[in-house]
């Protein structure tokens, strides 16, 4: 059963999850399932508070270009 299910993901090109590398459900997209989703705003989470001021810098420039989902007035949004 497996290899017809791994034939039918590739023709689906379906995402992997980026913290179990399972198929991506969407309804938890993009991860496969609540758990994984919990683990990675965890990580974000523990990222953002671990942030001690002064490494700071870097991954100000990194964040712009990538996540800041949680950035007010981000752009594509639309303020009416
Ligand atoms: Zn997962």
């Known amino acids: 059963m497996g290899a017809v299910e791994d034939r039918y993901t590739h023709h689906m090109t379906q995402k992997r ?3 179990c590398k399972r198929p991506v459900e969407t309804a938890f997209a993009p991860f496969c ?3 994984c989703a919990d ?3 965890q990580r974000w989470f523990s990222g953002a508070y671990a942030i001690p001021g002064d490494a700071d810098d870097d991954s100000q420039a990194v964040g712009t270009g990538d996540g800041g989902d949680d950035v007010p007035g981000q752009p ?3 303020h009416l």
Do not use: M, Q
Request: proline share 0%; glycine share 16%; hydrophobic share 35%.
């Open 33 to 35: 399932s609540k758990r």
């Open 76 to 78: 594509g949004r639309g």
């Open 39 to 41: 683990v990675d705003l």
């Open 17 to 19: 999850c980026a913290i």
